[in-house]
C-alpha cells in the first residue's frame, strides 16, 4: 500500500470517510512545489459519531478544547501521519487553521461533488452532509481524482432548499450567504437548524442528526447540549461560531 492509501485508510476509520485528489498547480505559497493535494472530508455522521465516543471515554478533550471536532481530527491526523517529510504539509479546514485554504473548490478539484443552489458542494452518496476537514498538500505528482462524473443534481431538480428556506435567501435560485446571515439576525427560525439543507434530497439518509446538525449551526448552544448528551458536567468553554452577523449586510438585516 502507498502512504496515500494507508493515511485515507487509517482516517476513514477515525470518521474521514471520503477522499480525493486534486492537482496542486498554483498552491506553491501553501508547499513550495506543490503538485497535488489529498483532501478527506467526512460524510453523514461517521466523524461525529467518531468523535462522540472518543469524548464519552475522554471527557477532558471536551473540557480542554475549544474546538473538540478540530482537534479530534489535528490527533487523528497525528496518528495517521506522525512525521511527515517536508514534502507534505497538512492544512486542516478548520477554525484556526495551519493556513486558509479555500475547501469547497479544492474538494470540487478532488471530484468530491458537484456546486449547488445551496452553496454547498454536493457529494453524490452524501448531498450537502459533506464536511470538509484537511488536505495534505504534497510535491508528489499524483492521479487527480476529479472532476465528479455524472449529472448535477441540481439541474433537474424544482429547488426543494430554496422553497424551504423560511429567509428568503436565494436570489435567483442561488443561496446569498449575506442573505442567509442576515435572516439569522432579524429571526431565530434557523437557530440551529438550516430547514434549506435538511429539505434536499440528495444523501438524505445521511442527514445529520438534530443534535450535530445544532452543533454546526449554533456551536455555542450546541456545545452545551453536546456536554449534557454526553453526561459531562464540567465543561467551563464557549462554543464558538458560526458568526453569522459578521456575514449579514447591515440593510438585509432590517429587511
Ligand atoms: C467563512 C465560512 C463561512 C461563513 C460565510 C462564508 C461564505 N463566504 O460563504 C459563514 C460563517 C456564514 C458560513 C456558514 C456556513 N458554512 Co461555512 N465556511 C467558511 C469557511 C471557513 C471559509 C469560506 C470562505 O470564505 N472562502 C473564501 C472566499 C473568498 O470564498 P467565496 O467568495 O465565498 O467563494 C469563492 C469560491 O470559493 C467560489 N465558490 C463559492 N461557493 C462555492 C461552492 C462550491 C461548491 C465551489 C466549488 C466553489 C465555490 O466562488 C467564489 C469566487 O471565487 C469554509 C472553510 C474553508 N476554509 O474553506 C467553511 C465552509 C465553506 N462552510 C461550510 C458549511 C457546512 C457552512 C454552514 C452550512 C454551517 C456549518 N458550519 O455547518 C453554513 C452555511 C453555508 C452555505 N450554505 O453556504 C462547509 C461547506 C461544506 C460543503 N459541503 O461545501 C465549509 C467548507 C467548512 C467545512 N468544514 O466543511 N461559513
Ligand atoms: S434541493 Fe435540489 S436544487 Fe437544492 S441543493 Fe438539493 S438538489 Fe440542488
Ligand atoms: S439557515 Fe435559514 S435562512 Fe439560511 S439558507 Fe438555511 S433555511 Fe435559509
Redesign the pocket.
Known sequence: MNWVDEICTTLGAAGLNVAGIASGHGLDHILPGCRSVVVL?SGGTALWEAMCADLSAHPAHLTDEDHPLDAFVARAIAAADPNPPPSRRWVR???Q?EA?????????GAGM????R??????PEFG??????AACFTTEVLPVSGPVVGKNPCDACPGHCATACPGAAFVEGR?S?QK??AFHVRSDACHGR?H??LACPVGSTHRHGPLQHHY??ARADGRRRLAAALKITKDSRHGV????A??ASADESKA
Request: with cysteine.
Open positions: 472530508a479546514c478548520a477554525a487553521p486558509f485554504v479555500d475547501f469547497r473548490p479544492l474538494a470540487h461533488g458537484w456546486t449547488s445551496l452553496g454547498l458542494l454536493l457529494n450537502p452532509w459533506l464536511g470538509l476537514r443561496l450567504i442567509c446571515a438550516c434549506a439543507r454546526h449551526n461560531g458560526p458568526h453569522w459578521q456575514w
